[in-house]
């Protein structure tokens, strides 16, 4: 089974400065994938990054990255020069070996504040 | 595009209703799933579905049935509403996609958010 633990509920940035969403995992399965979603308060859910367990990189799209490490069992979402429109729910989830479904965290709101 | 649509964005059902929860892929996407969201809670998967009549139960099954039919459409029924359902409810889909490792995304849909009265 696997589980995705985000400590932070709730988190202020400034607008323009970068900021991390934590995000730590547990799983027995020794290959596996991580996602992280949006959701703005309109509330559909926006697939951002994905890392998988064996990737060499930390994965980035655009203005995110994943600051994935393996041995700490954590995969942190980077969001760099954040802007209003960052303000959502944002959702670390995993899934395991197998056709499996995506397992989620109970998310992290962020505000950027102007 | 992939496109998840479900059949309403707002319902308002009373106790003891049965409630029907529509949720059609255009994709041809072999997987479907059925998530609830509450505040504090993130995701909860209720059930899911790898092939047509077939279904998988999720987390939180209790009080909830899943039919499909179709490949495209997954319906959550709720066959006697109760004020703790009260909550959105998100479906989604994805492609089985062996290949592609674990990269394997899940497309949702707007969300249905139900009140039970």
């Known amino acids: 089974a696997q589980k995705i633990t985000q400590t932070q509920p709730g988190m202020f940035v400034q607008e323009k400065e970068a900021v991390t969403l934590d995000c730590t995992y547990d799983?027995?399965?020794?290959?596996?994938?991580l996602f992280w979603y949006k959701q703005p308060s309109s509330g559909e859910m926006i697939f951002l990054i994905y890392q998988g367990s064996y990737d060499q990189q930390n994965a980035t799209e655009g203005r995110y990255s994943l600051n994935f490490q393996k041995a700490r069992k954590s995969a942190n979402l980077v969001i760099s020069a954040s802007q209003l429109g960052d303000s959502a729910m944002y959702f670390c989830?995993?899934?395991?070996?197998?056709?499996?479904?995506?397992?989620f965290g109970k998310g992290t709101r962020l505000s950027v504040i102007a | 595009d992939v496109k998840v649509t479900q059949s309403s964005r707002y319902l308002v059902k009373r106790t003891g209703e049965k409630v029907f929860l529509e949720c059609v892929q255009d994709?041809?996407?072999?997987?479907m799933f059925w998530y609830r969201q509450d505040p504090g809670l993130g995701l909860r998967l209720i059930y899911f579905?790898?092939?047509?009549?077939?279904?998988e139960k999720g987390d939180i099954p209790e009080g909830y049935s899943v039919s499909r039919e179709k490949k495209e459409r997954f319906s959550l029924i709720l066959e006697s509403a109760s004020t703790n359902q009260t909550s959105m409810y998100l479906c989604?889909?994805?492609?089985?996609?062996?290949?592609?490792?674990?990269?394997?995304?899940?497309?949702f849909g707007p969300g249905t958010r139900l009140t039970v009265l």
């Open positions: 994709m041809d996407h072999e997987n």
């Open positions: 989830a995993m899934r395991g070996s197998g056709n499996t479904p995506l397992v």
């Open positions: 799983t027995s399965d020794p290959s596996y994938g």
């Open positions: 989604a889909s994805s492609h089985d996609s062996p290949g592609q490792g674990f990269y394997n995304e899940q497309f």
């Open positions: 579905s790898y092939d047509v009549k077939m279904k």
